[in-house]
C-alpha cells in the first residue's frame, strides 16, 4: 500500500469544509483541504449567521435533536477557536424570535410548531407562541403591526465572515495543507487510496471527505454516493451601523455586532448568484420596516444575493461509501448553525473511519429511497 | 482655513450642534460647515475617528451629519436652507434619527 499524502481530503474549502478540516486535524489526521477559487460560489461569504434552533426538524424529528446539539457545543465550540486563533467570532445566544405580521401569520406560525412538536421522538425545545405585549417586553421596537411571534430561548447568532476567517486561521495553525483554485474534476479509487484530479495535479489521500455544498451532487456519485440537491438563491439587505436597539435576532432581521441590520430570508428557485431581484429586496425592506418601524429612513448599505446550499429535502447528508470505504459526504444548509457538530462529532468519526450510526443514520441520503419506493 | 471668494449671496441662517452658524444662498451644508471652520462633523462607528467633509461630491460619505432630525445625510448633497438644525454625529447613527 502507497503512504498517501495526506490521511483525509476535505473537498470544499466552505464554512463546512474548514469546520470539519479542523476537526480532523484536531483528531491528529493529516488533512488537505482543496477548495475552487475566489470565484467560486460560495455560501459561506453570503450567508445570514444565525445560529438556529426554532422550526428545525419538521418532516425529520432527529434533525431537531442534532441541532440542539450543535447549538449547545457553540459556546464551548468559539470558546476554544477564541483560545487557538486570538479571534473572536461574536456568537450570542440571547434567544431568538420569529414574528407575525398579522393574526393569521401568528395561527400559521403556532400551527407548524404544533405539527413539529407532535411529532414522535422530538426533542421539546421550548419555543413558545407570544403576543404582540409579550414580545414587546423583550423587543420594545416592534411595530404596531406586529401580532406576536415565537420565542426560542436556544436561538442565536455569530459573526459569520469572521467565523470563516476564524477556522481558516485556526486550519492553518494545525498544520491543515489549504490548496485554494484545486476544484476536484474526478475522484478515483486506487487500492486503498484516492486520487483526486485537478487541474493543477493530483492528490492523494486515504479518506474523503465531500463537503461541497452544492457541488457534491456532482461529485458524490464518483465514489458511490449521492448527494440531491436543489440550490435556492436568497437575498440580504444591510444597513448602515446603528446603535444597539435589538437585543434579539429575529428569523428575518438581525442586527450584528458591528452594529448593521442585516434583513432578508428570501428564497428563489434561481441559482444565478450574479445579480439582485429588486421587488425582493423591497418586500423584505417593507416586512423589515413594519416589524421596526424606527427603520423606516435608515440607509442601506449593501444588497447581495448568494446561493444556499440545500439538500432535496432541506436535511442534512452525512453518508459514508459502501463501495469506496472511507469517502464521506457532508452535506446541508445550516453550515453556521451545524458547525460546531461538523468540527467535534462528525470530524472524529471520520477520523476513526466509520460514521456513528447512533447519531446520524437519519440523515443518510437512503432517505431518499424510502420515499421514492413508498 | 476656508476662504470664501468674492461673490456673495443672500445670508441664510442655521445651528450647528445649537449654535448659530452663518452660511450663505447655495451652500452646501458641508460647505458652510467649513466655512465656519467646524474641523470634523462627525466620528466614525467602529473607532471614533473624526471626520469631515472631503470629496464634496457625493462619493465619500465622510461627511454625514443629522439634519432636521434625519441621521446620516450627505452634508455636501443638502443645500442650506434658512432655520435648518444641523447636529454633528457621534459614532453609530441611533435607529429612528
Known sequence: MAASDYDVAVVGGGLVGVATAWGLAREGCRVVVLDEGDRAVRASRGNFALVWVQSKGLGLAPYAGWTIRSSNAWAGFAETLKEETGLDVCFQRP????????????????NNLKRLHNQPGIV?????????????RMLPDIGPEVAGGSYCPLDGHVNSLRLFRTLHTAINARGVT???????????KDGAEFRLATA????????????????????????GLECPMRPERGQIVVTERLRPFLRHPVVTLRQTDEGTVMIGDSKEERTDPAGLTLGVSATEAERAVRQFPLLANVNVVRTWSAIRVMTR??????????????AFTVCCHSGVTLAANHALAIAPMIARGALDKSLVAPFSARRFHVQEAG | MFKRLAEAGAAVALTVD??????????????????????HCRTTPVTGAPRAPYC??????????????????QACLVPVS?????????GKREAGR
Do not use: W
Open chain 1, 95 to 110: 434567544g431568538g424570535f420569529h414574528l407575525a405580521l398579522s393574526e393569521r401569520e401568528l395561527e400559521a406560525r403556532a
Open chain 1, 178 to 188: 489549504y490548496l485554494p483554485s484545486h476544484r476536484v474534476e474526478n475522484i478515483v
Open chain 1, 200 to 223: 493543477h495535479r493530483e492528490i492523494r489521500a486515504n479518506r474523503v471527505a465531500l463537503a461541497a455544498g452544492n457541488a457534491n451532487m456532482h461529485l458524490a456519485p464518483m465514489v
Open chain 2, 18 to 39: 445649537g449654535k448659530p452658524v452663518r452660511a450663505v444662498s447655495g451652500d452646501t451644508v458641508a460647505a458652510a460647515l467649513l466655512a465656519a471652520g467646524i474641523d
Open chain 1, 313 to 326: 429535502d432541506g436535511f442534512p447528508i452525512y453518508d459514508e461509501s459502501e463501495s469506496h470505504p472511507g
Open chain 1, 124 to 136: 421539546d425545545y421550548k419555543t413558545e407562541i407570544l403576543d404582540h405585549a409579550q414580545v414587546a
Open chain 2, 56 to 73: 464634496l461630491m457625493g462619493i465619500c460619505f465622510d461627511c454625514l451629519v443629522t439634519i432636521d432630525g434625519v441621521g446620516s445625510r
Open chain 2, 82 to 90: 434658512e432655520g435648518m438644525k444641523v447636529e454633528t454625529q457621534q
